[in-house]
């Protein structure tokens, strides 16, 4: 049986892909609010249907490829809520998460985001031929899977443990960590050269030493270096030039939370202009070529399954019909019929440029490394100084109807660059588009329906915002609407940004024409110069330990293995921080959990230990 005639949306890979989808987008909620980035979770997905469907006794490589789907578009969606609807809270337009809400931001977001990219699959797989390489990386895992399978050898069920093992240990060290408050969660220290302050410290977290395996060195280096711009330069120059009070790390802080981190805020709108800029071209085209082969695919009955799209006019009808959710969405927050209209219009134009791009950026990056960060707030920019020119400063909504603008921009970008991935792995193993597609749908709506709730647990567990789960891109996103309502945005910082990604972009241009390996992507840079360093210590410390673990003589199936670690590693501590939150929820009571400190020692041993066990992982010849 070839396989397209192979069964693909069967009930058990339904069932299963829902769950996986509301678990996966959990867990990347979670690690999203901890480290202000999230990863792809296609490869761990097609590794747990693997182990799961192996105790059927028929299971085919393209039930995989659809469970795989739906988790991942799950987990996609996750980074778009996360991203943005904090931010709600965080501005005081909302005391806590409203459930039917977010339900209804993400999934009206998420299905635009599978709508968009219908029309993208024939011209960025097909005609551009893009790398997509997390996808191509996704349809190696089911197609070693499915060899395994059909030569009764391992099945997935190897991968799995691995995952299993790996998240337990994650998971442990975690609850010790969160629930137990065993050690301090980082180690960091600073000291004064004169007048300067220079800061420096790591956070004590496997998730992300995983992060940064999975992205790799290149992104690893440049989001670190971003970090150094923000602590060894920019920090120390603000210091000596207007002096602090206190203890150097907190008055470091203190400097990096109020001016510093809005370097990263001109850089990343700067980048995310640039790659509009960049993708402006082959766009255009990619969308003439699409259009052209729907009108073939209308004359041509005998087109092959693994060509077949969901049919265009019904695209169209659907996103004609979701306008008027959008509407009421924005009519209820911001009252007025035209103003209304004017976001819905504004966000749909926004929605599908950004689609665009984070397709066509994950074609050339991976999902794990998509800017949707940047251009979330080139929109929520875009959306707060239109509406400052309509409404005025002394609007009280003008900052919340950004944010809501850029939410569902933000959704449909995540699950646009994701979708690709995926239906490049289906391209490969011989899927039907249309059924993935459709499976998108599912695990779209499947995530929306648990993430209130996953917001509302962590949020009464450790409070949204706060230095145990800081949500820095949520923050970033309510500081930019706020400041330009309030005029307390410090512009001067945000040009200097600016003028650095500039700066960055010429390099990068410069490695392009030279033909380099090591290229310079803008938003890397910018991400690393608003995160706090003790994130982008660990991320980049992941990317050299893939980088010497290859150099060592570490083979395909080494490499393959430290990513599974790492998904391993993510999923247990992330999963853990959730269900640590879980019994605080339930009773209202933050000391819930027993406390015994004094393992200071501890903590950095531990993790020292696991980033010793991930490098002789791939390491191993």
């Known amino acids: 049986m070839s396989n397209n005639q192979l069964p693909e949306i069967t009930v058990k890979a339904l069932f299963l892909g829902v769950v996986l989808s509301m678990v996966l987008a959990g867990a990347n909620a979670y690690l999203g609010l901890f480290a202000g980035m999230t990863v792809s979770a296609s490869i761990p997905a097609a590794v747990i249907s693997m ?128 629930g137990f408050g065993a050690w301090h969660a980082e180690m960091a220290g600073a000291t004064t050269v004169g007048r300067s302050i220079f800061g420096l410290g790591t956070d004590l977290s496997p998730a992300l030493i995983s992060v940064g395996y999975i992205v790799g060195r290149n992104i690893g280096i440049l989001v670190v270096g971003g970090g150094l711009i923000s602590w060894a330069i920019a920090i120390p120059i603000y210091s000596a030039m207007v002096g602090f009070e206190g203890d150097p790390l907190d008055a470091a802080w203190g400097i990096w939370n109020s001016k510093i981190r809005y370097l990263g805020v001109g850089a990343m709108v700067v980048g995310g202009v640039w790659s509009l800029i960049k993708l402006f071209k082959p766009l255009i085209e990619g969308v003439k070529a699409s259009l052209a082969a729907v009108k073939h695919q209308s004359s041509d009955k005998d087109v092959p399954l693994e060509e077949q799209d969901m049919p265009i006019n019904y695209v169209g009808i659907a996103l004609i019909a979701l306008l008027v959710p959008v509407f009421l969405l924005y009519l209820d927050i911001i009252g007025s019929v035209g103003i209304a209209a ?59 109807s950004a944010i809501m603008v850029g939410a569902v921009v933000c959704c ?14 289906g391209h490969i193993v011989g899927a039907t588009p249309w059924k993935q597609q459709v499976m998108q749908i599912v695990g779209t709506v499947s995530a929306a329906v648990v993430l209130g709730l996953v917001l509302d647990i962590l949020h009464t567990a450790y409070t949204i915002g706060s230095p145990t789960l800081s949500a820095p891109q949520a923050t970033l996103m309510k500081s930019v609407a706020d400041g330009v309502f309030t005029g307390n945005l410090p512009w001067t910082f945000v040009y200097i940004g600016g003028a650095i990604a500039v700066a960055l972009i010429l390099i990068d241009l410069r490695q392009e024409k030279l033909g380099a390996d090591f290229r310079v992507p803008v938003l890397a840079v910018a991400v690393g110069i608003y995160l706090p360093i003790t994130l982008t210590v660990p991320i980049f410390i992941g990317g050299m330990i893939n980088h010497l673990g290859k150099k060592a003589g570490g083979s395909e199936s080494s490499e ?27 009773t209202g009571q933050k000391d819930w959990w027993p406390h015994f400190g004094g393992m200071n020692w501890v903590g950095p041993i531990l993790f020292m230990g696991m980033m010793y066990w991930l490098y002789k992982s791939v390491s191993r010849k």
């Open 412 to 425: 449909a970008a995540a699950i646009g660059g994701d979708n690709l991935q995926d239906l490049k792995a």
């Open 51 to 178: 182990g799961v469907l192996s105790l059927f006794k028929k299971s085919n490589i393209l039930e995989n490829n659809i469970v795989q789907t739906a988790a991942s578009a799950g987990e996609s969606l996750a980074a778009g809520v996360i991203f943005t609807i904090p931010a709600l809270v965080l501005l005081g337009y909302w005391d806590t998460f409203d459930y039917v809400e977010v339900a209804k931001i993400a999934a009206i977001g998420g299905v635009i985001g599978v709508l968009f990219t219908v029309p993208l699959r024939r011209a960025l797989i097909v005609t551009a031929k893009l790398k997509y390489p997390e996808g191509v990386a996704t349809a190696e895992v089911l197609r070693a899977g499915d060899e395994a399978r059909k030569g009764a050898a391992d099945d997935g069920s190897g991968g799995l443990k691995t995952i299993g093992l790996t998240g337990l240990a994650g998971g442990v060290m975690k609850l010790f960590q969160q």
């Open 342 to 400: 004017l976001l819905a219009v504004v966000m749909m134009v926004f929605g599908f440029l950004f689609s665009a791009v984070a397709a066509y950026m994950a074609g050339v990056v991976g999902s794990s490394n998509n800017p949707i960060s940047g251009v979330t707030i080139a929109t929520i920019l875009f959306a707060s100084l239109l509406l400052l020119a309509i409404l005025g400063t002394g609007s009280g909504v003008g900052a919340a």
């Open 560 to 586: 393959k293995r430290g990513l599974l670690m790492s998904s391993g590693f993510i999923t247990g501590e992330a999963l853990m921080g959730i269900m640590v939150a879980v019994p605080i929820f339930l």
